[in-house]
Nanobody, 128 residues
Framework: VQLVESGGGLGQVGGSLRLSCVAS????????VGWFRQFPGKDREGVSC????????YVRSSVKGRFTISMDSPKNTVYLQMDSLKPEDTAVYFC??????????????????????WGQGTQVTVSS
């Protein structure tokens, strides 16, 4: 399994960035993809997740209304649309995947320990 992120970079306060995560190596759609971010000197925190199986998703409350997760199943791609960027969104963003079976992905923030496969991370810097 391989996950490749793209779309990070420099964003402006109030602006937008869209991160992409392309997953390869899964033999079916029975997997979920999560987005995590890591601030300097901090542990990774779950941001959002989506089930490729049924489209169920979750976005953590601190970014809800600004971040949106979506997927393009035929392309095995998950997007994290980040709008109304704030300086505190500056972090390294990772996508990760967990194979099925899993429960209802929409019930809570993705937990790092539940995800088996990780991308390399992409830096997002929001400047004012």
């Amino acid at each position: 399994v391989q996950l490749v992120e793209s779309g990070g970079g420099l964003g402006q306060v109030g602006g937008s960035l869209r991160l992409s995560c392309v997953a390869s190596g899964f033999g079916s759609e029975d997997y979920a993809v999560g987005w995590f971010r890591q601030f300097p000197g901090k542990d990774r925190e779950g941001v959002s997740c989506i089930s490729m199986r049924d489209g169920g998703s979750y976005v953590r409350s601190s970014v809800k209304g600004r971040f949106t997760i979506s997927m393009d199943s035929p392309k095995n791609t998950v997007y994290l649309q980040m709008d109304s960027l704030k300086p505190e969104d500056t972090a390294v963003y990772f996508c990760a995947a967990r194979p099925g079976p899993y429960g209802d992905i929409s019930i809570g923030v993705p937990m790092e320990d539940d995800y088996d496969y990780w991308g390399q991370g992409t830096q997002v810097t929001v400047s004012s």
